[in-house]
């Protein structure tokens, strides 16, 4: 998986304080009127970090993704950070270095995808990669408040929610229930120069480009764009090959 770009420095230290709280509950620390319940015993942090080394970059991260989906395609993955150890530390809280933003396709889990395990990934799933306010917060709780260094965007090969809204828009015919809706925000992006499953495939990859193009145009992530703090990138799962490449 090629996925190079944009050298970063480390995420900046914790905003204002009125944000300590938020940020405390969500990243999953135990704490109740600003005081902290529980905190690990300095043998398990210390152990936590000697065998966890999140990645700070997107470059870092990207890298590290992308050696999990070459172990995962060769068939010599490691199934990480499973352990009894890694649970109990878990408990306290969590630092995943990156959210993937995949469709709900059942063949296209990012955690094996990308060889990853607990605490490695903030995952968020909606048919064809669609953006609404639900998965917009969602991004934008890991990335602001955990200060994940990286979005992706992750579409694949043979996308069922990519084929319907070339059918529907073909044909003309109405979709069920809220299922119009998939196939309304994927409009946009269906390439009319192709025919066929050709045109299927280009939407795929399209797809993907205009959800990156909207998430980077948000102004809380553009910021941490222009500081070198964030990247967000645009990939492709190959059902075949179960290669994720860059596009």
């Keep these: 998986m090629i996925l190079n770009r944009q050298t970063n ?29 529980a905190a690990p015993s300095a043998g398990a942090a210390t152990h936590s970090r000697s ?23 060769t068939f010599r993955e490691q199934h990480p950070h499973e352990t009894e150890t890694v649970r109990q530390a878990l408990v306290s809280g969590q630092h ?12 296209v889990p990012p955690e094996l995808a990308f060889d990853q395990g ?26 602001l408040e955990l200060e994940i260094p990286l979005v992706l965007v992750l579409g694949h090969q043979s996308c069922g929610a990519v084929a319907a809204a070339v059918h529907a828009e073909e044909t003309g015919e109405a979709l069920p229930a809220h299922i119009q809706y998939l196939a309304d925000q994927i409009r946009p992006a269906i390439d009319h120069s192709q025919q066929g499953d050709a045109r299927i495939d280009a939407t795929v990859t399209a797809n993907v480009a205009m959800v990156r193009s909207r998430l980077a145009a948000e102004p809380d992530l553009a910021a941490r764009i222009a500081e070198g703090k964030l990247a967000i990138v645009g990939a492709r799962y190959e059902l075949t090959t179960q290669l994720v490449h860059r596009i």
């Design 51 to 73: 065998t966890r080394v999140r990645p700070a970059t997107p470059d870092e991260a990207l890298r590290e993704l992308a050696e999990g989906n070459r172990r995962w395609r």
């Design 9 to 37: 420095t480390s995420p900046a230290p914790t905003g204002a304080p009125r944000r300590t709280l938020l940020r405390a509950a969500l990243a999953g620390t135990a704490a109740t009127a600003g005081v902290a319940l």
């Design 118 to 143: 607990l605490g490695d990934l903030m995952t968020v799933r909606s048919a064809g990669e669609v953006l609404d306010e639900a998965v917009l917060g969602s991004i934008c709780y890991g990335v």
């Design 96 to 107: 995943p270095f990156a959210v993937i933003l995949g469709c709900i396709d059942s063949r």
